[in-house]
């Protein structure tokens, strides 16, 4: 007869680099083993419970939670939660814990101990050295039992060394001395004993020492696995073993009943939550349509807010609507995406904004019934201003109730082998071409053959170890980090429903629980994202503004105005957000959009997800009126009409589910979600069989049902919602109607967001040059630290802001245009003086000197040079005295003034370098880009300019686009692989590249196929444009 | 490949590519040895910042046959070291570094320097990173392009260490020069007036070297660890001597007649020291056991590495057990049975029994072995056991004590190991440990207590 037991003490994965196992393996081993329950206590963590309980409960196995704690002042402790004030002590406890130690550690006494301890249970794990302690165990008893007292066991663990009958021995002379029972615990850091290469592998690598010199801090053997009950059996006394699960049975706690609220204050007195949303919604509607609110609307948001009632989210709408009201009125841009875009009450709202009265909207892809999984609302702010907004949230609600949302930080296959690898103790040149064929890891018949290549004998013991084990290893969690920017908020203390831990920011916190964690608990979440493209487009509104002498917003841009989309059939659309990628670019002179529609599909159709479900090119030969439209029903065409009966959208997908196959809306969902996942779990094929044969009893055929299964598993994790690509499609219009009739403000904006978008400033100017823009230098007795407008001659003129320049400081920056005099400065002397550049910032005056920004002070760079170096420093100060030695030096070359150009600015003003090129590439009859772009297809051409970027999509088999500009535009060249193989060095190498090779033209899109590549880059001296590279 | 390429970026370009560490010290110990291999041809050698060499030849010129025959040996020498060589012939040290640099072979001199050095691009001057890219910025790019600008406002910029550089390559100004130094060594040479075999005779005079080099030491507070005696001998003998020189190491041997040959006796001491009784000691051991294959005519002691000895080495205790002593008994008995007979053992940080415990020629403090009952003495290789009536059995039944100390542990290194170990006594009283593999499923003797 095997004796009943509960495991007590058990440390998951989530004990980084101590536990070998996930939380699921273990429960579903204990289950296996017949255990009466586990408890998951990992070091001071609660971050690996929602895993456990979410497995616990899909076999109906009972879990409790607790932790292993060891107090900076002793002693060692097991502590679990046995009900849920207990377990928001647990919480408490580890929260104060966590935020008083830095990221990862945590600090716990026992005065912090105490104030907790009313309703945990304690396990005491007497230190077991090498001569017991009496004195100090008598101590630690009392003190356990003055706190808690009738909830204190003495915890006993055996793990097979030659000591353990002592131990034993000791224990009960223990417990007789303090009259508190022992129970039986198992310390298990892995569910089977099989992991224990793996268990010393991470004792390597936490120790960052090779395995074979760890000696003992690894352990003697595999026993700290979940053992059989008949080897319990021999190893414990019956009455310890019986004892567990009198204590598993005390605790009655899961995580079901944790009971999560959102913030209540925000509905005023004398309202509830849901009138007060309604009335809220009301008044945004009649605000987003001032004469009548269209039936259509009314019907939808009715509906809704039903559906909101229903499943209490009420206060999360509000939430989400203080937050952005708040945001607008600090003038800061913010706009909904995602599927919050999908509800008409984030509209009436202003969360989002797209017009429900336009759109086709599926509501469930926001939030469904039958889900039971929390919406998520995900809302972009300016970049440059979603701080304000993160402090915002956390001076409303406080740090006990606002914190970020964690992000497990997993083992990839590229970290794995670096760890394990060292861990083994390969050497970091052998780890090094181990790591190139990490794009072989997945397929096993080839890596052997790969291995080979990386000088790596596949068959020998280390390198058969380093495969087993990175496998192993490869989705363990590594650390906690912050989400980009979900926030949770709750009503009561956050931190009794989760710890909460410092981050590695300072001024941040986040809970111990991902987003998955938060679904499965049922906690919301609102993410606090940033945009770079907000930013750009509320300062060209700001400038815009300011030139019309009135305010001009969003609102105040004409809708579907020809000229916009004019200029986008002709793929014009460098700075455009979304649609300015050489991808993106070169569909649109093919889709040639002319409504607002048009760019909603624009920037849903080039993603990887409709690529490769080979739907691209059936949209856009439909669109052309080269294919028949045809639908296989009435309720297909409803579905798919707007898409010409190919399907673009995940919604459409979802849709076809629900019509055809006769899927619930939270069934299709679910499609939805598998979709995303399918590459990882493979779990699409149950669908696929209710999908099939749901389609064949309405009628459908074999044939249009295989299509759709295809093109779902096609959209993968990269199909696009058709609510998400609206909301971005409002700011492409927005940015593009910028773009056509305001490129001064549009590219002084975008200059002034920078990081951001897919060019670098020296393309945004030459293509507002070449929209007519008068551009002019950087100048310290013109420019500002950012760029500015300026009156020109035609229109507004641009002015470089001082922030191009290269090493300048953003404070000394500020400084050298506040304190510029109205006629501006005399000598560089007085420009360091009134801009107090101390003596440190001498370099100040170098930087501008090298950027060309004096040249109204002292002239070329040369004699600006020889004025700023001839400043002499004086008791850290610069002696201002002027000793006047101005000297005359010859001025640059062209080509020398451009490279240094390009070195403090990254652009130049001057010319283009390839003009200087031009007649030696003339001679070689290279054409420019202009004159390639008028070319028949089939032409053999050569052409050449500087490398912009390269690209190698997933998607595209080894081909690589590379992007080269001349000083008359941009060259889009076509590498296949097979060429990519043989001129790799020219490929990568090259900063000026002349691309020999033929015109394909399609339409009026044009690309250069390369045949052959040529490094031109001496040519260049020492010019060294910076490449963008994506990949 | 260039200089400040990214490591994959250059592995893209050529995958067999093999990345290897710059050796700074390697490359120190070069140069060094390098200028003391050109004393051969200047007295005044000076180590310039690696790589340079400036020899002062103006002096030397008579002896070697004039220049060009000097500079030909310099760089012929050179290269058959393996070396590529730049020369620069110049009346001042500096201007002939920089046309060494600059690749200029041809002697300047000192009424052209000035012209010469124009020419040179002040790139390759001694001066810092920002001082460099100064001139630049000027749109400078020749010595005489520098020389143009005004001197004061110059050096205003820069300092005045352009200048000073400018006026010591061109001789205006003094440029004195720390000479390359040899390291300190001892090397003492004897000639006996007849060939000696006899070791006693032998040692009476390498006595005399012994307390020749004991002095040495004590004047500069220093003691060695190992010497070199090096036994001239009449004849060519069969044996070799079995000790190379290493090719960039200087070689002070000169070339022996034809019937002669020499004979090398390395001396270790086990520790530094200057005392010549156990110095003798040592050398009496390996006399001892190598016989000379011929009559010597001389005697050389080498000592090449000289040791700083913290304390005098008192001889007030000889008597006691110290462990100067004790380092001295190792060193005797490395001597006589040579060095691989002698080993000492300490315990090593294993979970696995068998490897707990190691051999090594010099202890440290290794982590102690966990608290234990184990055996002091372990078998070779594990015995097997047979089993009688479902027991072990060793010429009596075993029966096992208490609980077994699992062990499992080894599985990175082809020497996994699975097994549940035992105190074990038989009915003679006797006391062993044992153990059952795991895997096997059998019985093993690993060790014996008492």
């Not at chain 1, 009201?325 to 003038?331: L, N, Y």
């Not at chain 1, 760019?599 to 052309?624: D, F, S, T, W």
């Not at chain 2, 001199?109 to 001139?135: D, H």
Request: glycine content about 8%.
């Amino acid at each position: 007869m095997l004796p009943a037991y509960a495991e007590l003490h058990c440390f998951s994965n989530f004990s980084f680099l101590r536990g070998a196992s996930h939380p699921a393996e273990l429960v579903e081993r204990a289950a296996e083993l017949g255990y009466g329950a586990l408890a998951l206590t990992d070091q001071g963590s609660l971050a690996g419970v929602v895993r456990a309980h979410e497995a616990a409960k899909a076999i109906g196995f009972k879990l409790l939670i607790g932790a292993d704690i060891t107090l900076a002042d002793g002693p060692h402790l097991v502590v679990l939660a046995p009900d849920l004030s207990a377990y928001g002590d647990l919480s408490e406890l580890l929260t104060l814990g966590r935020r008083a130690a830095d990221k990862g550690q945590y600090h716990l006494q026992r005065a912090d101990l105490q104030h907790f301890s009313r309703h945990l249970l304690a396990l005491w794990l007497p230190e077991r050295g090498p001569i017991p302690s009496p004195a100090t165990w008598q101590a630690d008893a009392e003190w356990l039992a003055q706190h808690f007292s009738g909830r204190l066991w003495i915890a006993a663990e055996q793990h097979g060394h030659a000591d353990d009958l002592e131990w034993l021995a000791h224990l009960h002379q223990l417990s007789q001395q303090t009259g508190l029972a022992v129970v039986a615990a198992g310390g298990v850091e892995m569910h089977r004993r099989s992991r224990r290469p793996l268990h010393d592998t991470l004792t390597a690598i936490r120790l960052g020492q090779p395995v074979a010199e760890c000696g003992y801090a690894l352990h003697a053997n595999g026993e700290r696995h979940l053992r059989q009950r008949l080897r319990l059996a021999q190893l414990y006394p019956a009455a310890w073993l019986e004892e567990t699960m009198r204590v598993a049975e005390r605790c009655q706690f899961s995580l079901d009943s944790l009971r999560y609220q959102y913030p209540q204050e925000l509905v005023p007195p004398g309202l509830t939550p849901a009138s007060y949303l309604a009335r809220e919604v009301h008044s945004g509607l009649h605000g987003r349509y001032p004469g009548q609110v269209p039936l259509k609307v009314q019907q939808m948001v009715a509906r809704e807010l039903d559906l909101i009632s229903s499943l209490a989210y009420e206060a999360y709408f509000l939430t989400v609507y203080d937050i952005v009201s708040w945001a607008r009125r600090q003038g800061i841009l913010c706009q909904g995406r995602g599927s919050a875009a999908n509800s008409a009450v984030c509209y009436a709202l202003g969360i989002t904004a797209v017009d429900p009265a336009r759109t086709e909207m599926l509501f469930e892809r926001f939030l469904s019934k039958e889900r039971n999984e929390p919406p998520d609302i995900d809302v972009d702010f300016e970049h440059s201003r979603r701080e304000e907004v993160i402090q915002y949230i956390y001076q409303k609600y406080g740090r006990d109730r606002a914190a970020l949302t964690a992000t497990v930080i997993r083992y990839r296959p590229r970290s794995a082998l670096r760890d394990v690898g060292r861990a083994l103790g390969f050497d970091e040149e052998q780890l090094h071409r181990l790591s190139s064929i990490l794009a072989w890891w997945d397929k096993r018949d080839d890596l052997p053959a790969r291995l080979a290549d990386a000088g790596c004998d596949p068959d020998s013991r280390p390198v058969q170890w380093l495969l087993q084990l990175v496998n192993q290893l490869i989705g363990f969690p590594r650390h906690l980090s912050q989400h980009v920017g979900g926030f949770v908020i709750s009503h009561g203390p956050l931190s009794r429903q989760v710890p909460i831990e410092n981050a590695s920011m300072t001024d941040r916190t986040v809970i111990q629980w991902d987003k998955d964690d938060l679904d499965i608990i049922g906690m919301l979440k609102i993410d606090v994202l940033a945009l770079g493209m907000l930013t750009a487009l509320r300062e060209s509104l700001q400038l815009v503004s300011a030139r019309y002498g009135k305010p001009f917003g969003l609102t105040d841009i004409p809708a579907e105005d020809p000229a916009v989309y004019d200029m986008l059939g002709r793929a014009d659309s460098i700075g455009v957000f979304q649609i300015e990628s050489r991808a993106q670019m070169s569909m649109l002179p093919r889709l040639k959009p002319k409504h607002f529609y048009d760019l909603v599909i624009e920037v849903a159709i080039v993603r990887p997800g409709p690529i490769q479900g080979g739907m691209v090119h059936p949209y856009l030969r439909r669109r052309q009126g080269l294919e028949e439209v045809d639908y296989p029903s009435e309720a297909v065409k409803n579905v798919l009409q707007r898409t010409l009966g190919v399907p673009i959208f995940q919604e459409q997908v979802m849709q076809i589910a629900i019509v055809a196959a006769g899927f619930s809306g939270g069934e299709a969902d679910q499609l939805r979600r598998s979709m995303a996942a399918w590459r990882r779990t493979g779990k699409l094929e149950p669908f696929r069989a209710r999908l099939t044969s749901g389609m064949l009893e309405r009628g459908y055929s074999q044939d249009f049902a295989d299509r759709i299964f295809r093109q779902i598993e096609g959209f993968s994790e990269y199909g696009f919602p058709e609510s998400h690509a609206a909301s971005f499609a409002l700011l492409v219009y927005s940015s593009a109607w910028l773009k056509r009739h305001e490129p001064a403000a549009f590219c002084c904006a975008l200059l002034n967001a920078q990081p951001m978008g897919f060019y670098a400033p020296a393309q945004l100017v030459q293509d507002a040059q070449r929209h007519g823009v008068e551009v002019r230098p950087i100048d310290v007795q013109a420019s500002h630290w950012q760029c500015t407008l300026e009156d020109g001659t035609n229109g507004p003129a641009l002015r470089l802001g001082l922030r191009l320049v290269e090493g300048l400081g953003t404070a000394a920056g500020q400084r050298i245009a506040a304190a510029r005099p109205a006629g501006g400065y005399r000598s560089p002397a007085q420009l360091a003086q009134l801009a107090r550049l101390d003596a440190s910032t001498l370099a100040t005056l170098a930087t501008l000197a090298t950027a060309d920004a004096l040249h109204a002070l002292s002239g070329n760079r040369r004699e600006a040079w020889w004025d700023v170096s001839g400043l002499t420093r004086h008791n850290d100060l610069l002696d201002t005295a002027p000793i006047d030695d101005s000297l005359a030096l010859p001025a640059p070359e062209l080509g020398e003034a451009i490279t240094a150009d390009y070195h403090s600015v990254g652009l130049s003003l001057r010319a283009h370098p390839i003009s200087l090129l031009r007649p030696q590439l003339s001679t070689r009859k290279l054409v420019t880009a202009t004159a390639l772009s008028t070319m028949p297809n089939g032409r053999l051409a050569r052409a050449g300019g500087l490398v912009i970027s390269r690209q190698r999509p997933g998607t595209a088999q080894g081909v690589v686009f590379v992007t080269l500009e001349d000083e008359t535009g941009s060259i889009n060249v076509i590498v296949w692989s097979d060429l990519v193989n043989r001129q790799r060095r020219e490929l990568l190498e090259s900063r000026l590249m002349l691309v020999y090779g033929v015109v394909q033209r399609e339409g009026d899109v044009v690309h250069l196929l390369a045949r052959r590549l040529v490094d031109a880059t001496p040519l260049l001296g020492d010019l060294s444009p910076r490449s963008r590279e994506f990949h | 490949m260039r200089p400040g390429q990214r490591r994959s970026a250059a592995e893209a370009l050529a995958s067999s590519l093999r990345c290897l560490r710059r050796d700074t010290a390697a490359e120190h110990r070069a140069h060094n040895a390098l200028a003391a291999w050109a004393l051969q041809f200047s007295p005044m050698v000076t180590l310039d910042p690696a790589p340079a060499l400036l020899l002062e030849i103006g002096s030397c010129l008579a002896y070697f046959g004039g220049l060009e025959r000097l500079r030909q040996q310099v760089d012929a020498g050179l290269i058959d070291l393996g070396y590529t060589v730049q020369q620069g012939c110049a009346p001042t040290p500096l201007a002939a570094l920089w046309l060494a640099q600059a690749g200029r072979p041809e002697a300047v001199a000192l009424a052209t320097l000035p012209e010469t050095l124009g020419q040179l691009s002040f790139t390759g001057l001694p001066l810092a990173a920002e001082q460099i890219a100064s001139l630049r910025r000027l749109g400078l790019q020749t010595l005489a392009d520098v020389q143009s600008l005004p001197s004061r406002g110059l050096s205003r910029r820069l300092g005045l260490q352009l200048a000073q550089l400018l006026d010591r390559a061109l001789g205006r100004q003094a440029d004195p020069r720390q000479p390359y130094q040899p390291p300190d060594q001892f090397e003492r040479q004897l000639d006996l007036n007849y060939p000696v075999q006899a070791s006693e005779a032998l040692l009476f005079a390498g006595r005399r070297l012994l307390i020749e080099l004991s002095g040495f030491l004590r004047g500069r507070g220093l003691g060695v660890q190992q010497v070199t005696l090096r036994l001239t001998l009449q004849q060519r003998p069969d044996l070799e001597s079995g000790q190379s020189q290493p090719l960039s190491a200087p070689h002070h041997a000169t070339a022996l007649p034809e019937n002669r040959s020499h004979f090398d006796l390395m001396l270790a001491f086990g520790r530094p020291t200057r005392e010549v009784a156990e110095m003798l000691g040592v050398l009496k051991e390996k006399l001892a056991v190598n016989p000379l294959p011929a009559p010597a005519l001389g005697l050389t002691l080498q000592a090449r590495v000289l040791h700083a000895l913290d304390a005098p080495v008192s001889d007030l205790f000889s008597n006691g057990q110290s462990a100067a002593d004790f380092a001295l008994l190792a060193a005797r008995l490395k001597a006589r049975l040579g060095d691989q007979a002698l080993t000492g053992i300490q315990p090593h940080p294993d979970h696995r029994p068998e490897r707990a415990w190691r051999t090594s020629q010099q202890p440290d403090n290794a982590p102690q072995l966990p608290a234990t009952l184990r055996p002091a003495w372990l078998l070779h290789t594990p015995q097997p056991l047979e089993l009688r009536d479902a027991r072990p059995w060793l010429g009596e039944p075993l029966q096992c004590q208490g609980r077994a100390e699992r062990i499992e542990s080894g599985w990175w290194d082809g020497a996994p190991i699975a097994r549940d170990y035992y105190l074990a006594c038989g009915p003679s009283g006797r006391r062993y440990w044992i153990y059952f593999d795991r895997k096997e499923q059998s019985w093993y003797l690993h060790g014996l207590f008492d």
